[in-house]
């Protein structure tokens, strides 16, 4: 993958583009060696990214969490410009030439301390393909109720941390059942979100269209494309749920999909044993809502 990497600095606040033959990262930087650190994950299309401002915010609650520092929105802007304008050619998928922007903040080294930086990478075809295709999803226990970590602030409840060792090897795991994704479960069957995304079903009866996720306040992560498509869906007449959501909610809906940032939203076609019905119109409208939101 050809990324493009520009450096956070207060010295220079349009940032640093680093030099990909260089070493970046130290040995000893604590995001590198416990996952100590913060991130974001933006699609730009057409070199512009996207819902800027709600993931700056997200990124904020999660270093404030976390006790790190967070670059300005401008300086955060400047540098994500500055590296799509360096970028490789974006992706195309036939909705723009994307890219994916990586936004992190790591603790850093001992001595030196936290930094930033963003890495801008052509989305790639896999990408594409499952949200031409969908996926297969199987529905893993996440071992304990998230929304258990909401009053205990060390346990980082809801923010976005590098920590995704658990959240691969949930996906590892569907893999080795023959699935493409993972969705956590609470205790008790909870739908709770994918491994990174969030889960959004669809209900059409009687006229009626409803559109229904598990409550984001829950100890799961607040999708910022779950809430785009909410808000195009409000707009639309949609009505709207926030859970409780079990499996066989998922079972007889209308449509499931896995949401984020850089995929957008991918039909699930099958969960567990199950067939899952897909509605290529309802994925067109509900993509369009976000693909240029
Ligand atoms: N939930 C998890 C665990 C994720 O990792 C992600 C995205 O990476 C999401 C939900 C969806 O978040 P967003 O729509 O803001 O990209």
């Keep these: 993958m050809t990324s493009t990497v520009v450096v956070l600095d207060a010295a220079h606040p349009e940032g640093v583009l680093a030099d990909p033959a ?75 030439a994307e890219h994916s922007v990586k936004v992190v903040v790591s603790r850093g080294t001992p001595e030196a301390g936290p930094w930033s ?26 071992g304990h109720d998230p929304a258990q970590d909401a009053g205990y602030p060390w346990l980082l409840p809801g923010a976005k941390t590098l920590s995704y060792a658990i959240n691969m090897a949930a996906l590892r795991h569907a893999r080795s059942l023959g699935a493409d994704e ?38 799961i992560l607040p999708g910022t494309t779950q809430a785009t498509i909410f808000d195009a869906a409000r707009r639309d007449g949609w009505e709207l749920g926030h859970g409780p959501l079990q499996s066989a909610d998922l079972l007889a809906a209308d449509a499931v999909w896995l949401v984020s940032s850089v995929r957008l939203a991918v039909p699930v076609h099958r969960l567990d044993a199950h067939p899952l019905p897909v509605d290529p119109e309802l994925t067109r409208l509900v993509t369009d809502w976000v693909a240029r939101a």
């Design 22 to 96: 260089v070493p970046l990262v130290r040995i000893d930087d604590q995001g590198l060696t416990r996952g100590d650190g913060v991130f974001e994950s933006l699609r730009a299309v057409d070199g512009r990214v996207q819902k800027f401002a709600v993931h700056h915010r997200r990124l904020s609650a999660s270093a404030r969490l976390a006790q790190l520092p967070v670059p300005s929105a401008q300086e955060l802007r400047q540098a994500v410009e500055l590296g799509l304008a360096h970028a490789a050619p974006g992706g195309d998928g036939g909705l723009g």
């Design 117 to 142: 930086w963003v890495a801008v990478s052509p989305v790639p075809e896999s990408t594409f393909r499952q949200r031409r295709e969908g996926v297969s999803a199987v529905l893993l226990p996440r």
């Design 182 to 219: 993972a969705i956590f479960t609470a205790p008790g069957g909870r739908v709770l979100e994918g491994a990174t995304s969030s889960v959004v079903c669809a209900r059409v009866h009687e006229g009626v269209r409803t559109l229904v996720t598990p409550e984001p306040s829950h100890g």
